[in-house]
């Protein structure tokens, strides 16, 4: 008999207790429903917990720090570059394999569109700190017409802005509608992190709130053409997802403290399934990667997780704002923690190793990039351009 638990029923999973009956055979229980599935699922966990330790070790050199975001940004641009071109070229392959799902979206590299956005977000995010970098230390933040002209002749300038461009365009190729929303929202947690200190009136905070959400409209109406068409047709939401959202919620009902299992969620979710959610496809994620970890290791491991992650959020937006020389490293980590946080509460792309080890790599070097309190020039001082 499997031993009590003070926390409420027994230890092991239920799911034991009927499989000893139906077998007629005495089965070892376990707290997991999918045995030793737990032990198997930790490496993802231990890569990006390894990622986010090589990031702090990085970081904590600014000039390493900043190198890594570079090749971070390059990165991205080039393959931002080839899945543009591939997608033109033939829309129907990844790598020279097959594309089995989003023949008509690009996904360059990723079989998922979603994580696609997300990721060329995350790099257009990288680029734009870039270029707010260069103008900061060109020609400050309090821009006006001869500033602009002195921009508009610098090569790195327009550089910089040309590579974010190149990946708001892989962005918005690929139709994802949370993706794309939420690295618009985290390039302007970004421009925050730069404007924040001549952002004092009532005035100034409107009129970037205002220029944000029409350059967003812009953005999407002329690059953003089946995003927008995606939008009219499917809305903004996925009906099939809520339900999915209302079962995954029944699992964790049924096992709140200890939850089912760490990676056990594709084999639990069938029983649980709305009647509702289409038959079509294979529910191997909840789509919400918090309900998802609730479902899978309990409610309390899954708040402590939501501590730690806004504990994170705090010291990234402390760094930014006693930061008063180069912010690039914690502004794109900033930036990049709250796009993929509003994206994983619809998507999973903080569950896609590709994306999640780069992820808190980069998390780690915002963490640790050292603060300063030189070269820092808010007001316009006009330099020659480059």
Same mark, same amino acid.
């Given at each position: 008999?499997?031993?009590?638990?003070?926390?409420?029923?027994?230890?092991?999973?239920?799911?034991?207790?009927?499989?000893?009956?139906?077998?007629?055979?005495?089965?070892?229980?376990?707290?997991?429903?999918?045995?030793?599935?737990?032990?198997?699922?930790?490496?993802?966990?231990?890569?990006?917990?390894?990622?986010?330790?090589?990031?702090?070790?990085?970081?904590?050199?600014?000039?390493?720090?900043?190198?890594?975001?570079?090749?971070?940004?390059?990165?991205?641009?080039?393959?931002?570059?080839?899945?543009?071109?591939?997608?033109?070229?033939?829309?129907?392959?990844?790598?020279?394999?097959?594309?089995?799902?989003?023949?008509?979206?690009?996904?360059?590299?990723?079989?998922?569109?979603?994580?696609?956005?997300?990721?060329?977000?995350?790099?257009?995010?990288?680029?734009?700190?870039?270029?707010?970098?260069?103008?900061?230390?060109?020609?400050?933040?309090?821009?006006?017409?001869?500033?602009?002209?002195?921009?508009?002749?610098?090569?790195?300038?327009?550089?910089?802005?040309?590579?974010?461009?190149?990946?708001?365009?892989?962005?918005?190729?690929?139709?994802?509608?949370?993706?794309?929303?939420?690295?618009?929202?985290? #390039?302007? !947690?970004? *421009? $925050?992190?730069?404007?924040?200190? &001549? +952002? @004092?009136?009532?005035?100034?905070?409107?009129?970037?709130? =205002?220029?944000?959400?029409?350059?967003?409209?812009?953005?999407?109406?002329?690059?953003?053409?089946?995003?927008?068409?995606?939008?009219?047709?499917?809305?903004?939401?996925?009906?099939?997802?809520?339900?999915?959202?209302?079962?995954?919620?029944?699992?964790?009902?049924?096992?709140?403290?200890?939850?089912?299992?760490?990676?056990?969620?594709?084999?639990?979710?069938?029983?649980?399934?709305?009647?509702?959610?289409?038959?079509?496809?294979?529910?191997?994620?909840?789509?919400?990667?918090?309900?998802?970890?609730?479902?899978?290791?309990?409610?309390?491991?899954?708040?402590?997780?939501?501590?730690? #992650?806004? !504990?994170? *959020? $705090?010291?990234?937006?402390?760094? &930014? +704002? @006693?930061?008063?020389?180069?912010?690039?490293?914690?502004? =794109?980590?900033?930036?990049?923690?709250?796009?993929?946080?509003?994206?994983?509460?619809?998507?999973?792309?903080?569950?896609?190793?590709?994306?999640?080890?780069?992820?808190?790599?980069?998390?780690?070097?915002?963490?640790?990039?050292?603060?300063?309190?030189?070269?820092?020039?808010?007001?316009?001082?006009?330099?020659?351009?480059?």
């Amino acid at each position: 008999m499997a031993p009590p638990n003070f926390l409420g029923g027994v230890l092991n999973d239920p799911i034991w207790k009927e499989t000893s009956r139906l077998l007629g055979e005495d089965i070892p229980g376990s707290p997991s429903t999918v045995k030793m599935q737990p032990v198997l699922a930790l490496g993802p966990s231990l890569v990006v917990f390894l990622g986010s330790a090589c990031g702090l070790l990085l970081g904590g050199s600014g000039r390493r720090g900043k190198a890594v975001l570079r090749a971070f940004a390059w990165s991205g641009l080039a393959y931002a570059i080839y899945g543009i071109i591939a997608h033109i070229v033939d829309p129907t392959k990844i790598l020279t394999y097959t594309k089995e799902q989003y023949v008509g979206e690009l996904t360059a590299t990723f079989y998922n569109r979603n994580t696609a956005a997300i990721y060329f977000g995350c790099c257009g995010a990288a680029w734009l700190a870039l270029m707010l970098e260069h103008i900061k230390r060109r020609v400050g933040l309090d821009l006006d017409r001869v500033a602009l002209k002195v921009l508009l002749r610098s090569r790195q300038t327009l550089f910089n802005f040309a590579a974010l461009m190149v990946c708001v365009v892989a962005m918005f190729m690929t139709r994802s509608r949370a993706g794309s929303v939420a690295s618009l929202i985290g #390039w302007g !947690v970004v *421009g $925050a992190s730069y404007f924040h200190p &001549v +952002l @004092r009136s009532r005035k100034g905070i409107l009129t970037v709130l =205002v220029g944000s959400v029409v350059g967003a409209a812009i953005g999407v109406q002329f690059l953003g053409g089946g995003l927008a068409e995606r939008i009219g047709v499917e809305g903004v939401s996925d009906e099939g997802r809520w339900y999915a959202y209302q079962s995954t919620w029944h699992i964790i009902q049924s096992a709140p403290w200890l939850g089912k299992g760490l990676g056990s969620f594709p084999w639990v979710f069938p029983a649980y399934r709305s009647p509702n959610v289409s038959v079509w496809g294979v529910w191997d994620r909840a789509h919400n990667t918090l309900l998802e970890i609730a479902a899978e290791v309990g409610v309390p491991m899954a708040a402590v997780i939501v501590v730690a #992650w806004i !504990v994170i *959020g $705090a010291l990234l937006v402390g760094k &930014v +704002l @006693r930061q008063k020389g180069d912010v690039t490293v914690s502004a =794109v980590a900033l930036g990049m923690l709250v796009a993929a946080s509003l994206h994983t509460m619809v998507d999973f792309p903080l569950q896609i190793p590709a994306f999640a080890l780069v992820f808190f790599v980069l998390l780690g070097c915002g963490l640790a990039a050292p603060l300063t309190r030189r070269g820092a020039r808010l007001s316009t001082s006009k330099q020659t351009p480059n």
